[in-house]
């Protein structure tokens, strides 16, 4: 394994690579650090060794924290639990033509295992939990990670807890408790499932894959990244637009982009970062409107429930992330979240969930201000499946009902659109 240590974001204290998520100095994140035996590759090298790799997030195992569940290269067995990653890039022109650009990505990863990003972050984290010996996985969860961990439990044979606020939407309750995790609905917001779940942390010997787990989880976050790089032909967009939820998926895409750079495998600037959010919970794209560096907590009341975190972890490295790079965070009301889920579905087939309604409706937003420029390469990132928050789409389209008659089809039914 590439990973060499954890060590502490703020005070740079080194640690083992253990179940460890805070800096028992100055209670700073831990990340983790790697040594590469390898950094004396040259760049083709690197990209054969790669290339060369499966079809999944494992490809990237240099650059994460955790071995690559044994196996031929590929090919799935019981210990490689569900292979996340390798989603489609797809260039989207209709979408960028409506928003009067030239050159948009659309990067689908709904198309993963249970269709959101989050079986990339509980890969690494239930891989890297079995080789720590953990027989139990948990989380607190706005919905995707239930999914992700209750299926990565079955599919590795491990025990699973799942929390999730008790008024989450009905299906992604009913496509988590289907695989047989202990699910539990609190009574509260995310926040305060994440404080309950930190507390039974400490109490019980779990593998909370986004608690005393995140330092491997949020490393997940960067095969995003690689994927986009290599999709692209081994460069770099100009601007990526990124859901914000606790700002771990935002600031861990740059982290891919980086940690590539520094090898030779890419060149150029950072792209910018635009994070998005949701109106009705918006603490990152607030302060940084305001221009603080922190984040005032807020309780959140959005239908973009997967992104609903009041109170998040990577505020302050978001905020950061998108000042230093030219980006912004920018939010979007719970309407403009429907026309955006419409826009990319209407333009490019692809049926996001809310958190994607969001991405679009801040690009469509960033287009309209004029920031981007026409010529810049943009990569949308869409994190999660329409099907999973359908209430968002009830009545925005009319069906119409006719007698299964060719007058009644005549008379009820517009002709097509002729340009
Ligand atoms: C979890 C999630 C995100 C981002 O989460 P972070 O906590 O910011 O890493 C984005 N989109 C969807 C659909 C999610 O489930
Ligand atoms: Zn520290």
């Known amino acids: 394994m590439a990973a060499s240590h954890l060590q502490c974001r ?15 100095r100055c209670f700073g994140p831990l990340e983790v650090a790697y040594s590469r035996p390898g950094v004396e590759l040259s760049v083709a090298e690197w990209r054969r060794r790669i290339q060369a790799g499966p079809q999944n997030i494992w490809r990237y ?37 409506r928003l009067g650009l030239k050159e948009v990505w659309v990067k689908n990863d709904a198309a993963n295992p249970t269709h959101s990003f989050k079986d990339r972050v509980v890969s690494v984290a239930a891989t890297r939990a079995r080789e720590l010996g953990f027989e139990t996985i948990a989380c607190a969860s706005t919905g995707n990670l239930a999914n992700s961990v209750a299926a990565h439990g079955a599919a590795l044979g491990m025990d699973s807890y799942v929390f999730i606020p008790s008024d989450l939407e009905e299906q992604k309750v009913l496509a988590t408790g289907v695989y047989g995790t202990k699910l539990v609905g609190v009574k509260g917001n995310y926040d305060d499932v994440n404080r309950l779940c930190t507390e039974l942390c400490a109490e019980r010997d779990w593998a909370f894959v986004n608690i005393n787990l995140r330092p491997y989880y949020a490393e997940g976050s960067k095969t995003l990244a690689f994927e986009i790089a290599e999709q692209l032909g081994w460069e770099l967009p100009d601007r990526c637009v990124v859901p914000v939820a606790s700002g ?16 030779g495998l890419l060149e150029g600037e950072l792209p910018r970062m635009n994070g998005a959010q949701a109106d009705g919970c918006s603490p990152v794209a607030s302060a940084f409107a305001e221009g603080h560096d922190i984040c005032r907590p807020v309780k959140p009341s959005t239908i973009a429930k997967s992104l609903a975190i009041g109170n998040p972890a990577d505020g302050p490295y978001a905020l950061d992330l998108a000042r230093r790079t030219g980006g912004s965070v920018d939010a979007v009301s719970d309407e403009e979240i429907r026309a955006g889920i419409r826009l990319l579905a209407e333009t490019t087939g692809v049926f996001t969930e809310t958190a994607g309604g969001v991405t679009t409706a801040v690009l469509a937003k960033l287009a309209e201000r004029g920031e981007i420029d026409p010529e810049e390469r943009v990569v949308l990132v869409i994190t999660g499946e329409g099907l999973k928050t359908l209430d968002a789409v009830r009545g925005s389209f009319e069906m119409h009902t006719i007698e299964p008659t060719v007058a009644d089809f005549e008379a009820g039914v517009p002709e097509p659109l002729t340009v």
Not at 10 to 24: D, F, G, N, R, S
Not at 248 to 263: D, H, M, Q, V, Y
């Open 10 to 24: 703020e005070c740079h204290t080194e640690y083992p690579l253990e179940a460890l998520y805070v800096c028992e």
């Open 61 to 97: 195992a240099d650059f994460l924290p955790a071995a690559a569940p044994p196996g031929p290269s590929g090919r799935l067995n019981s210990r490689a639990g569900l292979p996340a990653g390798c989603t489609p890039l797809i260039r989207a022109d209709r979408l960028a033509a």
């Open 248 to 263: 771990s998926l935002f600031t861990k895409i740059a982290k891919g982009f980086e940690e590539w750079r520094e090898l």
